[in-house]
């Protein structure tokens, strides 16, 4: 069996070599330490029995005299923010190291400035203008938030946040800035707002815009969600709303309408509790049936014999095939042209007035009429049933007369010199022998 042989080799250097190796001294990294803290000291002193410490200000060393010291700032130090640290060597001062100590005085502030702490929230597209003031040195910030947004420029003092369809659905979401200590000496602070998102007020109309046929009422449903409790309607139209305000009604076109082929409908939500508006929505209501106006009534002085009447029908956008009748007994020149003429006979006269009616197909929905009527005033005349009368001189004159067709009164009149008891009566009494009447 073989041993291993140990041998354990020693350098001893006498103090003629030992003077002969280099000496330094480091004085150690640059430092920072917080106002209030004590600056540890550790340097590096090689073949340099005797140091000392030295500093630029007026604080004081724990250890002066080694390597391994504290240095306590004095509050000229704290209020110059930096001081300087050197260490000597005692027996040549030329042999010396220098650190830079620099003193923080950790009086960063950071606060929100609140522009507003209740916006609405928008099912999208929502943003809140976030500001901040911030007080120190050496520092930098970082916005944060507690939803799932996010900011234009979270290391901006002022900037945007632009919340997600998860923040307004929570309905609130706290946003906080973070001020850092870029030494890494101070802590970092912070502050925090809470931002409320009201529910906004929905209103969701139909996307397509349907088409309608005839002139019957179209029911209309607001959809309204959100904070909206009813609904505002309003139209470019001359229709009516069944009910206005309210969530559902129907609309009811009107005669320009069904002229024209459509009309917009604008629904707008109540104004909710809050920072949001009401919102609105529209649609537009198309009428593709048959449409006809005829125009206001017509007043005529009717001939007993008869006579006649231009029309002037007009038809809608959406055209058609007209076709005019009447409950009278007269007829017209062409009943399937807007601009026919009527020729009235006596016994439409003596009914005081007529209906004509136009009618309007366009072979794709029920058919359409309008109605205008026609007084016929007949005109007034009157007749003597005795064309003479005979009377002695001393006796009063009694005459009758006769009224027909719109009149209903009379003035009785005579060349003479006598008077009448009743010039307005039909029955008169007079003195003379030459009477006439006139209405």
């Known amino acids: 069996m073989k ?185 970092s602070i912070a502050d925090s707002m809470l931002l409320k998102l009201n529910d906004p007020a929905r209103i969701d109309l139909p996307d397509e815009d349907p088409y309608v046929c005839g002139d019957q009422p179209v029911f209309i449903d607001g959809n309204i969600s959100g904070t909206a409790t009813t609904v505002y309607w309003t139209t470019n139209g001359t229709g009516t709303f069944s009910e206005n305000p309210g969530r559902e009604t129907y609309y009811i076109p009107s005669q320009l309408d069904l002229m024209g082929g459509y009309a917009t409908i604008i629904g707008r939500t109540n104004d909710p509790h809050g920072p949001c508006p009401g919102r609105n929505d529209s649609f537009t209501i198309n009428f593709f049936g048959p449409a006809v106006d005829v125009g206001d009534d017509i007043i005529v002085c009717g001939n007993t014999w008869g006579g006649e009447i231009t029309l002037n029908a007009l038809i809608g956008n959406n055209g058609g095939d007209i076709t005019w009748t009447t409950n009278g007994a007269g007829g017209f020149d062409d009943p399937n042209i807007a601009n026919a003429t009527y020729y009235y006979d006596g016994s439409d006269v003596n009914m005081a007035f007529i209906e004509l009616y136009a009618t309007v197909d366009n072979y794709s929905c029920p058919t359409y009429t309008d109605t205008v009527v026609v007084w016929l005033q007949a005109r007034p005349r009157l007749e003597f049933p005795e064309p003479s009368v005979y009377a002695c001189v001393t006796d009063p004159v009694y005459a009758t007369v006769y009224l027909y067709g719109h009149a209903s009164s009379g003035t009785w009149k005579t060349t003479g010199s006598g008077t009448f008891d009743d010039p307005t009566s039909t029955i008169q009494a007079w003195r003379m022998d030459s009477v006439a009447a006139s209405i």
């Open 3 to 187: 041993r291993l042989l140990s041998v354990t080799t020693f350098v001893v250097l006498s103090l003629p070599a030992l003077a002969q190796i280099k000496q330094s001294v480091y004085a150690g990294p640059d430092q920072t330490i917080r106002s209030g803290d004590v600056a540890h000291l550790e340097a590096v002193v090689i073949n340099v029995p005797y140091v000392i410490w030295n500093t630029s200000g007026t604080g004081k060393f724990t250890q002066r005299y080694s390597a391994i010291s504290d240095y306590v700032p004095s509050k000229a130090d704290i209020k110059n923010g930096q001081v300087k640290l050197t260490i000597h060597n005692r027996r040549n001062p030329n042999m010396r190291s220098t650190l830079l100590l620099t003193i923080a005085q950790c009086s960063n502030k950071i606060d929100v400035v609140l522009s507003a702490d209740t916006i609405c929230g928008f099912d999208s597209g929502v943003t809140y203008d976030v500001f901040a003031n911030a007080i120190g040195t050496h520092y930098y910030t970082l916005w944060t938030t507690s939803g799932s947004g996010f900011f234009y420029d979270e290391n901006a003092l002022n900037t945007t946040y632009d919340a997600s369809r998860s923040d307004t659905g929570s309905g609130r979401v706290w946003l906080t800035i973070t001020l850092h200590d870029s030494t890494g000496v101070c802590p």
